[in-house]
């Protein structure tokens, strides 16, 4: 399993239509808006670098209210998403 971590600058006034838009897209896991220089932090997951290309350039990048994206892919994950954390 491939995973990727996209960085994503919006409109601020499309931030919202576009999170609800990112979690649609097909091998998008999770998708945070957050503070800083991003707006939202999308978690993309796939079998092979060529469905990584066409999520990210073909489907996110395309996307109407994005001004920038920046990906970076994983190489080594040390705690899989799906841990389960007891906070009781």
Avoid: K
Avoid at 13 to 26: C, K, Q, T
Avoid at 70 to 84: E, K, L, N, P, T
């Amino acid at each position: 399993m491939i995973s990727a971590v996209i960085l994503i600058e919006a409109e601020p006034s499309a931030i919202s239509d576009l999170a609800d838009r990112l979690v649609e897209i097909d091998r998008v896991s999770e998708v945070y808006s957050v503070t800083g220089e991003y707006d939202l932090v999308v978690m993309v997951r796939v079998s092979r670098h060529e469905e990584l290309a066409e999520v990210v350039t073909g489907r996110i990048a395309r996307l109407s209210g994005i001004r920038r994206t920046h990906s970076m892919v994983a190489f080594r994950s040390y705690r899989d998403a799906d841990f389960a954390w007891d906070f009781d």
